[in-house]
């Protein structure tokens, strides 16, 4: 199934108990992200799953709030844009979580929209697993 295809189909799966990941691509430009973010990110994959989806959707996905924020409503469409968002996007910043785990912020522009991807780095997993997405 294409990846499009498997993240719509984790979508559908947003907000149940149980945590599914669909991978979605490979980390570009490992050296200098691993550099960023203090943890060798070579042969990580990013990573998105349903509750993911659904974080964002919950606090990115009304049109009214959005509107007030300068923003525009993340759908569940929207994540089928995560692969084109990490190819032509720099990895931005590095941050941290209130976990204390770093994270990489990804900027891209697409079709007159601009994205902004959060990833998390999970090093055991060898991962970096989407944290939310908004958009303007």
């Known amino acids: 199934m294409p990846t499009g ?3 719509e189909a984790l979508a559908g799966k947003a907000g149940q108990n149980t945590v599914e990941h669909v991978p979605f691509a490979k980390v570009r430009r490992p050296a200098e992200l691993s550099k960023l973010v203090g943890v060798d990110v070579r042969g990580f994959k990013h ?5 993911a989806i659904q974080h964002a959707i919950g606090r990115h996905g009304v049109p009214s709030v959005e509107i007030q924020r300068g923003q525009r409503a993340v759908t ?7 692969p084109d968002v990490v190819r032509t996007a720099p990895a931005l910043s590095p941050v941290r979580g209130k976990n204390g785990q770093p994270r990489l912020v990804y900027r891209a522009d697409i079709d007159g929209i601009s994205y902004t991807y ?17 958009k303007k």
């Open 5 to 7: 295809k498997r993240i």
């Open 47 to 51: 990573s998105v799953s349903n509750q």
């Open 76 to 82: 569940p469409e929207d994540f089928q844009r995560l």
């Open 118 to 134: 959060i990833a998390e780095v999970r090093a055991g997993k060898k991962r970096l697993d989407a944290v939310t997405m908004y």
